[in-house]
Antibody, heavy 123, light 107 residues
Framework: EVQLLESGGDLVQPGGSLRLSCAAS????????MSWVRQAPGKGLEWVSA????????HYADSVKGRFTISRDNSKNTLSLQMNSLRAEDTAVYYC????????????????WGQGTLVTVSS | DIQMTQSPSSLSASVGDRVTITCRAS??????LGWYQQKPGKAPKRLIY???TLQSGVPSRFSGSGSGTEFTLTISSLQPEDFATYYC?????????FGQGTKVEIK
């Protein structure tokens, strides 16, 4: 059974930093791309970042590019998101998500989600 | 970047009704689209992938169709447990993009 457990959410001041982690189990972690998706209070889903199974390829939403860094440790089955220069608009529940490649010529799509961790950016 | 326009943003329906939700892509995305259901306070759950393939364990009253730029999620006979918010997601190219969501409420 796929399990994704996020941690690290907290209250942080604008301009501050925070590191989120996601512990994965129930699948061969290094074989799958992973993503972070966020949801601001009362709003819709927003894809944030993705990383390939080997960690060599990363993608970011324009809203976080240059401020957030996604990484993974395949020896520990852990996904991370380093968030710097945080803004009020980064306040959201952050979900760790496993991705699945459906065919050789398409990008991966989210198939499983963690339960999320809340990040609040406020003074 | 590919933009996803989902409609309607909300709808009211009764148990047993047929419900249709639409997502339009700003450019062709083949069938690189999934549909997700989210209930309040819970993580989303995938219902459909590759535009029309039903996720294992999802009831057959859910179906997806479309290719290119126009996609549809249909619930053939709405059940009480189906009242939730639904999102489409395109994965044809980065950045990935979700639709704005459709909240299905009880009439």
């Amino acid at each position: 059974e796929v399990q994704l457990l996020e941690s690290g959410g907290d209250l942080v001041q604008p301009g501050g930093s925070l590191r989120l982690s996601c512990a994965a189990s129930g699948f061969t972690f290094s074989s799958y791309a992973m993503s972070w998706v966020r949801q601001a209070p009362g709003k819709g889903l927003e894809w944030v970042s993705a990383i390939s199974g080997g960690g060599g390829t990363t993608h970011y939403a324009d809203s976080v590019k240059g401020r957030f860094t996604i990484s993974r440790d395949n020896s520990k089955n852990t996904l991370s998101l380093q968030m710097n220069s945080l803004r009020a608009e980064d306040t959201a529940v952050y979900y760790c998500a496993k991705m699945e490649r459906l065919s050789g010529n398409s990008n991966s799509i989210v198939d499983y989600w963690g339960q999320g961790t809340l990040v609040t950016v406020s003074s | 970047d590919i933009q996803m326009t989902q409609s309607p943003s909300s709808l009211s329906a009764s148990v047993g009704d047929r419900v249709t939700i639409t997502c339009r892509a700003s450019q062709g995305i083949r069938n690189d689209l999934g549909w997700y259901q989210q209930k309040p306070g819970k993580a989303p759950k995938r219902l459909i992938y590759a535009a029309s393939t039903l996720q294992s364990g999802v009831p057959s009253r859910f179906s997806g169709s479309g290719s290119g730029t126009e996609f549809t999620l249909t619930i053939s006979s709405l059940q009480p447990e189906d009242f939730a918010t639904y999102y489409c997601l395109q994965h044809n190219s980065y950045p990935l993009e979700f639709g704005q969501g459709t909240k299905v409420e009880i009439k």
